[in-house]
C-alpha cells in the first residue's frame, strides 16, 4: 500500500523573499512609484 | 484546472460589476464632507487628516467583519502580499499628493481627465500581465476599451465645466504631476489583482494596504510641513475640520472596499472604469448639495454625464465569459506556483467560495472601540461650517448611497459571503 504524501514543508520567508525578487511584476509598480517620488521631488 | 459552472460565473460578474459601480458612487461622497472644509488648510494636511481616517476604518471594518484572527489566517497562506500591499499603499499616497499640486498648477479641469486615465493602464496591466481580456473576443475588447476611451471624453467634459477657477501655476508641471499621479494610481492595481489572484480576502489586503499609505503620507506629510512639530502644530491648530476629514476618510474607505471587490470578480480592466464613475457622484453633490455650476454649464454635465454612463454601461454589459476566466484561473495557478500558496486555496477563493469563519475576539472590539471613541472625540470639537446646504438633495443623494451599500452588501452576501 502506498504511504499518503507528506504535505510539502512550507516555504521560508527567504525563499519567499527570492520570489518577490524574481517577481518581473514587482519591479514595474517599485519603477513606478520611483519615477512618481523624482517627479514629486522635482515638483516640490 | 478545474472549470467554474457558468453560472456561478454569471454571478460573480454580476456582483463584481454591481460592486464596481457602488464603489463609484462611495468614492465619489467622500468628496463630500471635504467640501465642508474652509480654504487655508495645507493640502497636504488634509490629505494626512484623511488618511488618519483611512487608516481608522481599515482596521476598525476588517476587525468588525471578520476579525483580526481572519486576518492572520490570511497572512499565514500568502505572507508575500504584505508587501505588495503596503508597495500599494505607498503607490495610493504619492499619487494623492501629487494631484493636490496638479490641481494647484493646472485645475480640475484639465488634471482630472489625465490621472482617469488610470483605467487606460489598468485595461493595459490587466491584459499583458494577468490574462484579462485573452479570448475574450473581438466584441468584448471593443467594449472595454471603448467604454472606457468613451469614459475619458465623459470625464473631460465634467471636469473642464466643473472647473470654475482658472489655473495660474506652471502648465508643465501640472501636466506631469497629473499625468504621473495617473500612472501610480493604475499601476497600484497591479497589487490588488495579484492579491486576489492568490486568493487574499479583500478586507485583509485594505489593512495591510492602508500601513503603506499611512507610512508613506507621514513621510510625505513630515518633508512638507518640515518636521514632526509643524506637523503638531498644525494638526492642532485644524482640529475642529478632523472630524470632516476623517469622514471622508471612512466614506472613501467603503468606497475602495467595494472597489476592492470589483477588481477581485471582474478584474481591473473593467473594474477599473466602473469606479471612475466616481467623478459622476461627485459633480452631483458638488452641483446638487453645495450649490456649485448654479449658474451655467448644466447641459455640459448632462453631456459629459450621459457620456460616462454610456461608457460604463458599455463595460458592465462586456462581463468575462468562461474562456476568459479560464485564462484568469491560469494567472492565479502561476501566482501560486511562484509563491507556494496552496492551489486549493486559491482556486476556492477566487471563485468567491471560501470567505473564511468570521471569528471575533477582545483585540477586535478594541480596534472599534478605538476608532468609535477617536472619531466621537473628534465630532465633540468639530465646527459646523456655515455653508448653504441643500438637504433635500443630501437626503435624496445619502440615501442613494445606502441603497448602493445594501444591494451590492446583500449581493455580495449571498453570492460570496464578503468572500
Known amino acids: 500500500m502506498d504511504s499518503p504524501p507528506s504535505p510539502s514543508p512550507s516555504p521560508s520567508t527567504r525563499s519567499r523573499g527570492r520570489a518577490i525578487v524574481g517577481d518581473v511584476h514587482f519591479w514595474i509598480p517599485v519603477a513606478v512609484l520611483a519615477a512618481g517620488l523624482v517627479v514629486l521631488w522635482w515638483i516640490a | 484546472m478545474s ?24 468614492l465619489g461622497a467622500a ?14 494636511l488634509i490629505s494626512f487628516m484623511m488618511v488618519l481616517g483611512v487608516f481608522l476604518a481599515r482596521w476598525s471594518l476588517p476587525a468588525l467583519v471578520r476579525g ?18 503596503a508597495l500599494g499603499g505607498c503607490l495610493w499616497a504619492v499619487a494623492n499628493t501629487l494631484t493636490i499640486f496638479a490641481i494647484k498648477d493646472i485645475g480640475l479641469a484639465i488634471a482630472f481627465p489625465l490621472w482617469n486615465a488610470n483605467s487606460l493602464l489598468g485595461i493595459l ?35 473642464v465645466t466643473s472647473s470654475a477657477i482658472a489655473p495660474g501655476g506652471n502648465a508643465v508641471r501640472g501636466v506631469v504631476a497629473a499625468l504621473t499621479a495617473g500612472a501610480l494610481w493604475g499601476t497600484m492595481y497591479i497589487p490588488y489583482r495579484k492579491a486576489y489572484l492568490t486568493g487574499m480576502h479583500p478586507l485583509s489586503f485594505v489593512a495591510f494596504f492602508t500601513i503603506g499609505e499611512l507610512v508613506m503620507m507621514t513621510v510625505l506629510a513630515l518633508t512638507f510641513l518640515g518636521g514632526p512639530q509643524q506637523v503638531w502644530r498644525e494638526l492642532a491648530a485644524s482640529r475642529d475640520i478632523l472630524f470632516w476629514l476623517l469622514i471622508a476618510g471612512f466614506v472613501w474607505v467603503v468606497g475602495d472596499l467595494f ?17 471612475n464613475t466616481n467623478q459622476l457622484w461627485g459633480l452631483l453633490w458638488g452641483m446638487l448639495v453645495f450649490g456649485e455650476l448654479a449658474h451655467a454649464g ?35 495557478a502561476r501566482e501560486s506556483d511562484r509563491y507556494s500558496v496552496d492551489p486549493a486555496y486559491v482556486a476556492a477563493r477566487m471563485a468567491g467560495n471560501d470567505a473564511g469563519a468570521a471569528r471575533h475576539g477582545a483585540l477586535d472590539w478594541l480596534l472599534v472601540l478605538v476608532a468609535t471613541a477617536i472619531f466621537v472625540a473628534a465630532a465633540s470639537v468639530a465646527r459646523v ?31 460570496t459571503r464578503f468572500g
Open chain 2, 259 to 275: 472597489q476592492q471587490y470589483a477588481a477581485k470578480y471582474v478584474g481591473i480592466s473593467r473594474g477599473i472604469p466602473l469606479s
Open chain 2, 31 to 44: 468628496e463630500a464632507p471635504t467640501k465642508l472644509v474652509t480654504l487655508g488648510v495645507s493640502p497636504v
Open chain 2, 385 to 415: 461650517p456655515a455653508l448653504d446646504i441643500a438637504w433635500g438633495w443630501a437626503t435624496a443623494l445619502t440615501l442613494a448611497l445606502f441603497g448602493f451599500l445594501v444591494a451590492g452588501g446583500v449581493a455580495l452576501w449571498r453570492t
Open chain 2, 3 to 26: 472549470e467554474l459552472d457558468p453560472v456561478r460565473l454569471r454571478q460573480l460578474q454580476r456582483v463584481g460589476i454591481l460592486s464596481g459601480f457602488a464603489a463609484g458612487a462611495w
Open chain 2, 298 to 332: 448644466r447641459g455640459d454635465v448632462i453631456v459629459g454625464s450621459l457620456l460616462m454612463a454610456a461608457g460604463a454601461g458599455a463595460i458592465a454589459f462586456a462581463s468575462a465569459p468562461s474562456r476568459e476566466y479560464r485564462r484568469w484561473q491560469e494567472a492565479g
Open chain 2, 68 to 85: 483580526t484572527a481572519a486576518l492572520r489566517d490570511d497572512v499565514r497562506q500568502a505572507p508575500h502580499l504584505l508587501v505588495w500591499a
Open chain 2, 125 to 159: 496591466w490587466g491584459a499583458l500581465l494577468f490574462n484579462e481580456l485573452r479570448d475574450a473576443g473581438r466584441a468584448r475588447w471593443i467594449a472595454v476599451l471603448g467604454g472606457a476611451v468613451v469614459m475619458f471624453a465623459g470625464a473631460t467634459v465634467l471636469a
